[in-house]
């Protein structure tokens, strides 16, 4: 079973920053890719930002140049450093990995709690 634990998240005035983390765990299996989702009142989840196992990412256009999502696979950890941001980045965040059992290599994917990020004007 793999478990995920986010930080990070908070209240923070529009142009501020946040950096989100999301520590994986879990016997028997390996981390591929890793990122981040997002969820406003009312509107669906949607994709941040992912990183793959050798550094491959990839952005939604909203956070371009303001986020920077990078991973530490020593530590099974991803992060989100988010800048410069804005009201409409208020969310609840959730992070998302995809393990594969090293002894299958059956892939499934694991969804984190969630992390408030509020953004005031």
């Known amino acids: 079973q793999v478990q995920l634990v986010e930080s990070g998240g908070g209240l923070v005035q529009a142009g501020g920053s946040l950096r989100l983390s999301c520590a994986a765990s879990?016997?028997?299996?390996?981390?591929?890719?890793m990122g981040w989702y997002r969820q406003a009142p009312g509107k669906q989840r949607e994709s941040v930002a992912s990183?793959?196992?050798?550094?491959?990412?990839n952005y939604a256009d909203s956070v371009k140049g303001r986020f920077i999502i990078s991973r530490d696979n020593a530590k099974n950890t991803v992060y989100l450093q988010m800048n410069s941001l804005k009201p409409e980045d208020t969310a609840l965040y959730y992070c998302?990995?995809?393990?594969?059992?090293?002894?299958?290599?059956?892939?499934?994917?694991?969804w984190g709690q969630g992390t408030q990020v509020t953004v005031s004007s």
């Open positions: 990183v793959s196992y050798d550094g491959n990412t």
């Open positions: 998302k990995v995809i393990a594969a059992s090293t002894t299958t290599g059956r892939q499934y994917q694991y």
């Open positions: 879990g016997n028997a299996f390996s981390f591929n890719r």
